[in-house]
């Protein structure tokens, strides 16, 4: 996809331990997004931001924080892993087309 | 709230035309986009379509919008098993509201 890099691909967590998501764009995007995707779920979001320096809570953000220190990166952030928060993760960037990376795919065990 | 809806099955047979619909409720929608996703992949942007077109043809996809009905359309003719997958449907609300997704029509395509 487009300009849309997310980092890892994969990841195994134990239940308790932390990790960042890393979401990098370079498109001069405004607006970048967090969403999970779960098995019959669709696409849920977690948290956004509409420039750097700003982040707004979504529909799921419970247990996730995140920052967007510089206008190309949005981090996500899992404090204390649960199993509940196995699930894909999907990073977009908006200007006015929506782009996708590939997403990463996160166990929780 | 806002609310994208979508049927969440379609099967069609190899050479037809499929047509994927899907219905929004927020009538400040700016942009109206189709995504595919394929299995294990992440979400490839298909076309999208501004508020103020009613059609936006591209290859083999036509979107139709019907902004009074608040309904959107995705229609691929000469349907090819590559194209099985699954569709989602998503809108912008006005200013800087995110894309609210519809949770995927999943097309099946009987070679």
């Known amino acids: 996809n487009a300009g849309v890099t997310q980092t890892p691909k994969f990841r195994v967590l134990k239940t308790g331990q932390s990790m960042t998501l890393l979401c990098a764009q370079d498109?001069?995007?405004?607006?970048m997004y967090w969403y999970r995707q779960d098995p019959g779920m669709g696409l849920r979001l977690i948290h956004y931001s509409v420039g750097e320096g700003t982040t707004a809570k979504g529909e799921v953000p419970d247990g996730y924080n995140v920052s967007r220190l510089k206008k190309q990166n949005f981090l996500l952030g899992l404090e204390s892993a649960a199993p509940s928060q196995t699930s894909v993760y999907f990073c977009a960037s908006r200007g006015g087309e929506a782009f996708f990376g590939q997403g990463t795919r996160l166990t929780v065990v | 709230g806002e609310d994208v809806e979508q049927s969440l099955f379609l099967s069609v047979r190899e050479g037809d035309s499929s047509v994927i619909n899907c219905t929004y409720t927020?009538?400040?929608?700016?942009?109206l986009y189709w995504y595919k996703q394929e299995p294990g992949a992440g979400l490839q942007l298909l076309t999208y379509?501004?508020?103020?077109?009613d059609m936006k043809q591209d290859q083999r996809l036509t979107v139709l919008l019907n902004k009074k009905d608040k309904h959107l359309s995705l229609r691929i003719a000469d349907t090819q098993t590559g194209d099985s997958a699954i569709y989602f449907c998503a809108e912008t609300p006005s200013g800087n509201t995110p894309l609210v997704f519809g949770k995927g029509t999943r097309l099946s395509v009987i070679a």
């Open positions: 498109m001069n995007h405004e607006y």
């Open positions: 379509i501004f508020s103020n077109m």
């Open positions: 927020d009538s400040s929608s700016t942009y």
